[in-house]
């Protein structure tokens, strides 16, 4: 039977747990314990007191945890602190290969940060299999652990595996640059992999702690870390590419909104005191680049997320005759209570009050001032909450009549109403993260129509329902918001990403990286049956990625939770933009419903153009999981797919002068939704196609969904 999952994340000020039901989902408890910085087990002893006083208030037994997982800022704060280990660069190679690696010495000069440049030693290493003098100076020079790098190691590791292998045997850590990416540039697989090194023997001994005290406490569970890309990989990885658990704080929260709170088309805003972090999902993805570390790009994947300086504890700023901005300095910096959470009454009598949070900041912050002396801070919550736009069950609602008196001081300063001052400083707040989530609509090709704005964190409902309306984008607060990050950790999935220069990539070179990302994140604990490969093949630069995502145990996650036929139309007539009425279910599987609607541009240009089929797939929970414009729906048998699925490919190809480009094609099959868009070549399709298939009933139902390329 499925047990519990256990997910904690450890912030900057306290270490919050959560344990969810494996099934249903249903959050079952939260813990919140202070992080421990300062104790000599550092962060690891709060997660062991997280996890203890979770057990204890749930009344969870060791053997009830199916799984458990962690997220921790450790790594990036390391990084942004310049905290980092002595790193020796062993440089592989005579002749030109020796001149090439000699002049990564110039990483000494990148600055983690001001006055905290990267502390490196060079050797070179003429001979990998006589490598230990050169090690031998390395660890004279002070170096605590080992980067082995050899230009186009990627294409034979060898040597750099060879003196890899031999520091180990010397006593100090090791690693390749071959072991971080299978990408080509020298300059920034080695600058990955120093990163990488510099934070491992810290990484490391915190991993070895948290692990022997999950051991000590009877759990068996697999042990897993979020990755910075918005899955978890196991500890035993961890501790060879911990730089992967570098920005993964943001990383978390989009795992709970992905996963426990189903979005699958739109914008991830996760607020806290001070700021929020503003993320994508598109078609049931995290939107992920490579990372700036340092001011220089890496080879580190991690989630595309945007932060804006504004949170609920964010301070209002105003002059004598208009609001003037809101933050970035919060409520938290000035060591002020919210006056929205005030005891009914304390603010009888209160004075407006201009303050610099800090020494070298504005004087034009404002805060409250009773008659006793007391001050508190006029925030973006307390706005939201005097205007009334907070829910009722939200983490951030307060007493409206509290808030009203907080916000009416400053309205009587300025001459306006309570109404317009709280509507003026909520747009001033949530100004600037519109204008990024504009961007982030346009970047990545969301269907406007289709967007949801989902709020998370603690100050979640100060931001999302103002700016839902301000936009008039469909928005929710996430359930459970204030304990998103465990929650995403306790729910995410074992994530793997494999990245190959291949030039002009056969079909078989596609089908090698698709099935090394599948057996990693089966090495690490996936089931077998339940992993999801999404591939790209970017002919322009002749790269294969490969990411494949899965469970650590198969979840059969409680069908009562169906909703019946009406509702499903509602939901999809809602995501379409029509009438009730007007959507059809064009076919169905076992778990998954294809609608459709002919939908019209709004406007003139509606009026002269022909109306465009969109298809939303929907799950028997009623999610809307899939969409799709200008949609050709197919169903077959896999026995018949390989035929009847080569013709639809041939059908919709387009051809241009850049040559051919298959569809865009995504397969229902079973509980998956194979996403396969990210393929161009007709070939290299047809021949995933037959891996998604190959372990199917002839039998079994397909579904596909195929759009033309533009």
Known sequence: MPGIRIGID?????????????????????????????????????????????????GVGAEDVSFLAHGTTQATNALLEGDVAVVGIAGVGTGFDAWATG??????????????????RYAAVR???????????LRDAGAEV?????????????????????????????TATSDITGLYGLAKRARTAVLNAGIMPRMVETADLVDRSVAAAGITAPLMVMRGDGGVMS???????????????????????????????????????????????RRGKVQVRHARLGGRETYLPALDVRTVGVGGGSLVRASRHEVVDVGPRSAHIAGLPYACFAAPGALDGAVLVHLS???????????????????????????????????????????TGVARAAVEVLAEALGSSVEETARIVLRKAVGPVLAV???????????????????????????????????????????????????????????????????????????????????????????PAGVDVDVTVDPQRNLIRAVATGATELRAKDRGGEVSEDDVRAAVARSLGVAPGEPEEITATAHHAVWGALVRRPGLLGRLVKPVRRVRVVDREGVVRLHGTGAHVASTTVGAAGQVLAALVDEHTSHGDGGS??????????????????????????????????????????VAIVEERR
């Not at 104790?39 to 709060?46: F, I, S």
């Not at 002049?103 to 440049?117: D, H, N, Q, V």
């Not at 329902?465 to 359930?479: H, M, Q, T, V, Y």
Request: hydrophobic fraction near 45%.
């Open 10 to 58: 450890v912030g900057g000020t306290f270490t919050d747990a959560v344990a969810v039901d494996a099934t249903t989902f249903e959050l079952l408890g939260k813990v919140k314990v202070p992080t421990s910085h300062d104790h000599a087990d550092g962060v690891a002893h709060g997660i062991l007191a997280a996890l203890e006083k979770l057990r204890a208030e749930t």
């Open 103 to 120: 002049r990564l010495r110039s990483l000494r000069k990148l600055e983690l940060a001001p006055g905290r440049p990267l502390p490196i």
């Open 127 to 137: 001979d990998p299999a006589d490598c230990d003098r050169a090690l031998a100076g």
């Open 146 to 174: 080992v980067v082995a790098v050899e230009p186009f190691s990627v294409d034979d590791p060898a040597g750099e595996r060879a003196v890899v292998d031999r520091s180990r045997s010397l006593g100090l850590p090791a």
């Open 235 to 281: 500890v035993a990885e961890m501790r060879k590419r911990p730089l992967l658990t570098a920005l993964s704080g943001p990383a978390a929260g989009v795992a709970g909104a992905l996963m426990g709170d189903r979005l699958s088309e739109g914008v991830f805003l996760e607020t806290g005191g001070t700021s929020t972090d503003i993320s994508v999902v």
């Open 357 to 399: 949070p800090r020494p070298d900041d504005p004087a034009d912050y404002v805060a409250l001032e009773a008659p006793d002396g007391r001050r508190f801070a006029l925030t973006t919550t307390c706005a939201a909450n005097a205007l009334d736009v907070v829910p009722a069950d939200s983490y951030a609602k307060a007493d």
């Open 437 to 527: 989530v504009d961007e982030l609509v346009e970047a990545y090709g969301l269907d406007r129509g289709a967007v949801t704005l989902v709020g998370g964190g603690g100050g979640a409902a100060a931001v999302t329902p103002f700016l839902g309306a301000e936009s008039s984008l469909d928005w929710r607060i996430a359930a459970h918001s204030e304990v998103i990050s465990p929650l995403g950790a306790a729910l995410a999935l074992v994530r793997e990403s494999v990245e190959r220069i291949v030039p002009n990539p056969s079909h078989a070179d596609v089908l090698a990286v698709r099935a090394e990302a599948e057996a990693a994140v089966v090495a690490q604990g996936a089931d």
């Open 661 to 702: 480009r298959a569809p865009a094609l995504t397969l229902l099959v079973g509980p998956k939704i194979a996403d396969l868009s990210g393929v161009l070549d007709r070939d290299q399709l047809v021949a995933l196609i037959g891996a998604e298939l190959s372990s199917r009933t002839p039998e079994e139902p397909v």
